[in-house]
T-cell receptor, first 109, second 114 residues
Framework: SQELEQSPQSLIVQEGKNLTINCTSSKTLYGLYWYKQKYGEGLIFLMMLQKGGEEKSHEKITAKLDEKKQQSSLHITASQPSHAGIYLCGAANNNDMRFGAGTRLTVKP | NAGVTQTPKFRILKIGQSMTLQCTQDMNHNYMYWYRQDPGMGLKLIYYSVGAGITDKGEVPNGYNVSRSTTEDFPLRLELAAPSQTSVYFC?????????????FGSGTRLTVV
């Protein structure tokens, strides 16, 4: 089955700093999803990447899928306290989705 | 539009007890899912359904049962609760032909088995 590895496991940044979270797959990705989760809440869909080399942005968050479709990165520019939470990548797997373990982001004001 | 609604939000069970976690969606989504989330472990798929009357096992189905008698409802049944089932449970749904929109998640049920 497909394994997704996220790095780092946790990240603490000062407000205003940029950061990157990585998601690496053991198999070719046919659909890579990024979600954000606030503590005690459900997951919020951020964006989905499908094509090699694809890049999408939503406000100050940019996600990329590499050409080989086995790695994705999520980049946050000028982080804010509202960006804090757990970021999870998910890979489409036939009729369901498998997730990485998540990256916990703390933004210090 | 309520989205995906899960009840209860919190529950404490004693070992050996049974319970049903409820999940309802009002978006007419074909596909529905149950995941569990343990600390630092991401989400693990328990069961999923691609339509009424059809269910299938995910990665960690042991100790759980599901049914899908209607498009809207996808309850998860725990029989003989064990401490290993202490977790946060999430229900999710999506339309069959809209994979690019991602899943819609409920707010979760936090279950403790003591």
């Amino acid at each position: 089955s497909q394994e997704l590895e996220q790095s780092p496991q946790s990240l603490i940044v000062q407000e205003g700093k940029n950061l990157t979270i990585n998601c690496t797959s053991s198999k070719t990705l046919y659909g890579l999803y990024w979600y954000k989760q606030k503590y005690g809440e459900g997951l919020i869909f951020l964006m989905m990447l499908q094509k090699g080399g694809e890049e999408k942005s939503h406000e100050k968050i940019t996600a990329k899928l590499d050409e080989k479709k086995q790695q994705s990165s999520l980049h946050i520019t000028a982080s804010q306290p509202s960006h804090a939470g757990i970021y999870l990548c998910g890979a489409a797997n036939n009729n369901d989705m498998r997730f990485g373990a998540g990256t916990r982001l703390t933004v210090k004001p | 539009n309520a989205g995906v609604t899960q009840t209860p939000k919190f529950r404490i069970l004693k070992i050996g007890q049974s319970m049903t976690l409820q999940c309802t969606q009002d978006m007419n989504h074909n596909y529905m899912y149950w995941y569990r989330q343990d600390p630092g472990m991401g989400l693990k798929l328990i069961y999923y359904s691609v339509g009424a009357g059809i269910t299938d096992k995910g990665e960690v189905p042991n100790g759980y049962n599901v049914s899908r008698s209607t498009t809207e409802d996808f309850p998860l049944r725990l029989e003989l609760a064990a401490p290993s089932q202490t977790s946060v449970y999430f229900c999710a749904s999506r339309r069959r032909d809209r994979g690019s929109e991602g899943y819609t998640f409920g707010s979760g049920t936090r279950l403790t088995v003591v």
